[in-house]
């Protein structure tokens, strides 16, 4: 009886884990079709957990500025505006809004302290100023969140993350078909656990908080040891759940994007 418990036990717990790892392959497929170019995955390689959970984490290099057009839809409204964001990883961005002729709409900057709200215009809320920051924060700067498990197959990895209140699973490509100029071969040979996400979301007990997917991956033109592989396009979905208002989307198209070599000054990230 002692030893049919312990089956009992360890089929349960595999069965919870297949079935976790099932649902990771379904973010391959991520529901929505954009019309931009995503990446072209070749042979994923055996990478640990951890790695994949590293190479999430430093999707973005560690501190960088660019300019970007951000373009927000929300039911039957359209809203377009031009952007200078600046980024210290882990945690701290400075981000500037301008409608498009050239009028500033806000201005703010996070650091460990959370938000500071530098400008915002009479027709931005708060509550907007909140949810710009909330998505630019999951885009550019969240870690993978909760206890990670992977899984993959011949061109991708999956990683799925659970804490008590929320699930996160992401899809990463590996190595990448197609032709690559020579500053990109030069640093994929440099990145020994080299992988990218393709797309992530989060789920709560309602279903998809939200989802984002990444596109139209590019180098920088730098050379030597200052190299960024990212994409140009970055596309986000959301519930809405959290902000008390209707599902959006974000596109956020990146037009240029500067790396620095040392980390920005700390009154950079202060009012």
Known sequence: MKTHGHQQVFSSATARL???????????????????????????TNLSTAQ??????ARWPQQFKCVQTVTLDFGPVTRTFNALLIVQRPGKFRLQGMAEQGLKLFELAHDE???????????????????????????????????????????????????????MRAAMVGEILGPRD????????????????????????????????????????????????????????????????PPYKLTIKINELTLRGSPWPEKTFKP
């Not at 989060?202 to 200052?226: I, P």
Request: hydrophobic content about 40%; glycine content about 8%; aromatic content about 10%.
């Open 182 to 245: 020579i500053t990109t071969r030069a640093m994929l040979a440099r990145d020994a656990h080299a992988s990218w996400p393709d797309c992530a979301e989060a789920l709560d007990s309602e279903g998809v908080k939200y989802r984002f997917r990444q596109y139209n991956w590019v180098t920088t033109e730098a050379s030597g040891a200052d190299l960024a592989f990212y994409p140009s396009v970055i596309v986000l979905r959301d519930s809405g759940r959290e902000s008390g208002g």
């Open 18 to 44: 297949c079935t976790s790892l099932l649902l990771l392959l379904s973010l391959v497929a991520c529901a929505e079709q954009d019309p931009y170019r995503r990446l072209e995955p070749g042979l994923a």
């Open 113 to 167: 302290a959370g938000d500071h709200v530098i400008f915002k215009g009479d027709d931005i809320s708060t509550k907007v100023i909140e949810g710009i920051s909330r998505d630019i924060r999951r885009v550019f700067l969240d870690p993978f969140a909760g206890v990670a498990v992977s899984t993959q197959d011949d061109q991708y990895y999956y990683l799925e993350g659970n804490t008590s209140r929320l699930t």
């Open 52 to 57: 994949l959970v590293d190479a999430f984490n």
